[in-house]
């Protein structure tokens, strides 16, 4: 490994050693640990205090996953099977360094390598997705983190609300404290760990990865099968003849199902039913009731204040009508008095296998955890001299990026702007540096000669065989299985794929 300054340049006359790792260089006691608690003096020198995380594919893999991690035994299976991932291998900084690893290995007769350094992120940030029909807070409120600002809601999507939390102004444009606590979540969702974020006007919630949601205290157990007027194209058929009118309750469109569209193609009569809110379209109605976590994403726990009265011109009495929320954890079944008035009744028995019907058909409400990073200019020079070639050979599906071996998801247009799950990376893989920014792992794999052709390091090449006797920061090795659903980061992309 190529250095800049040797260890007496970076060694004081009381036995402290300055860590270069990062920008706020550390001065380290012997026995101690830095700032980041990622680099310690052991004996005079700075090593990296986690183990560096080799992924081993295992032939039981081929027909079912034998998860393990554990400490490395210096035997490679052979070289297809081995994967070098950045997690614990050290930063390329000051940024004109070459990655700290850069590996070959031949692959179905290829020689391939690969680029791994953990990158020092300080454009970075997480989006959550959120399985949940509650609301948890106005778009563009403010989401807080033990008081701090750490992001805001966006925009919801089709049965989750989400949350955009991180980058740049939160992270450097705020106070200290809001730049260390904002550091301080995105690393705890990044490690799978569970987070308690407040919304301005909004309710409390319990985000972790992989797990479903605790909203206001109350643990989601699923997420919608649709918006109102989906459910009642779903489910018209199996409520035709059973019953006169049904209403899905639902914050963004609520249906109604004898003025929609799959009621009428079905012959279902009119009802007089009216509703409050805006009509869109026949059957379909937007703002009923002020967003909450009560019906349907509502702020209602009585379906009825949505209705206006019957028309008596055409509600009869003795009508009936089920009324039921998107998920189909609430609903109530009513029947017109003689005055035309909603009286609740309860549910048939041949209504309650539809009810049922949209519980089964709800998936389990999950928290999903995507970082998302912007590999500039530093972490690209230690790849390559000419750092707009890399960029240029992940755009032509050349070069594959992966994230601690798992695949990402490159944005188009200029830079290596990517997303990964945090649930497909090993644990524990994220960490932090205190200026603040992330440190997540990110690797580079291609063929030799792509390599050679984008400008890259050779002269710093190294064989995998040889990565026993490396010399550098690493002072431990761990070998642990690849995510089941992880492609093999050692195939080669080809031009169209996905990164
Ligand atoms: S914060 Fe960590 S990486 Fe940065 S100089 Fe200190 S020990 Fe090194």
Known sequence: MSTSATLSDRATSDGKVRCDACPVMCYIKPGMVGACDRYANRDGEIVRVDPHVLLQRTVEQGGGVVPFNRGWDGQLVSAGQTFVTAIGAGTTYPDYK??????????????????????????????????????????????????????????????????????????????????????????????????????????????????????????????????????????????????????????????????HQAGKYLGVKD????????????????????????????????????????????????????????TGEQYGYYRLDEALRPVEEELPETLRVSVER??????????????????????????????????????????????????VYVWPGGGITFMVDVSRVPENAFGYVPTPALVAPIEFTMRLSDYAALGGHLDDVRPLQSLGAAPGYVTDRSQVSPHAENPWPLLPRTPGQPA
């Open 98 to 259: 070459p990655a700290p690893f850069i590996v070959s290995s031949e692959i179905d007769g290829v020689d391939m390598v690969t680029v791994v350094t953990e990158g020092i992120f300080s454009y970075c940030g997480v989006k959550v997705k959120v399985d949940t029909d509650r609301h948890l807070g106005p778009e563009e409120s403010p989401v807080r983190a033990e008081g701090e600002a750490v992001g805001h809601v966006t925009t919801g999507e089709y049965g989750s609300q989400m949350l955009s939390l991180g980058g740049v102004h939160h992270l450097t444009g705020g106070s200290k404290k809001e730049g260390r606590i904002t550091c301080d979540t995105l690393l705890d969702l990044s490690n799978g760990k569970a987070v308690t974020l407040t919304i301005d006007n909004g309710a409390e919630v319990v985000v972790q990865a992989g797990r479903p949601p605790i909203v206001n205290g109350v643990t989601e157990a699923r997420m919608r099968v649709g918006c109102g007027s989906a459910t009642i194209g779903m489910f018209a058929r199996q409520w035709f003849g059973k019953v006169d009118e049904v209403v899905v309750v639902d914050d963004h469109i609520t249906g109604v199902l004898s003025e």
């Open 271 to 326: 009802t007089g039913i009216r509703m409050k809110g805006r009509r869109s379209t026949p059957g379909r109605y937007f703002q009923v009731a002020e967003p909450g976590t009560g019906w349907g994403g509502t702020n209602i726990s009585d379906p009825l204040t949505i209705l206006e009265p019957f028309n008596p011109k055409v509600a009869k009495p003795g009508l009936s009508m089920l009324m039921v929320s998107t």
């Open 358 to 407: 949209i519980k089964e058909n709800c998936e389990p409400a999950l928290c999903t955890v995507l970082f998302m990073g912007g590999a500039g200019g530093s972490l690209r020079a230690g790849v390559t001299e000419n750092p707009v070639r890399l960029t240029r050979s992940v755009k032509e599906a050349l070069t594959r990026v992966t994230c601690g071996g798992a695949p």
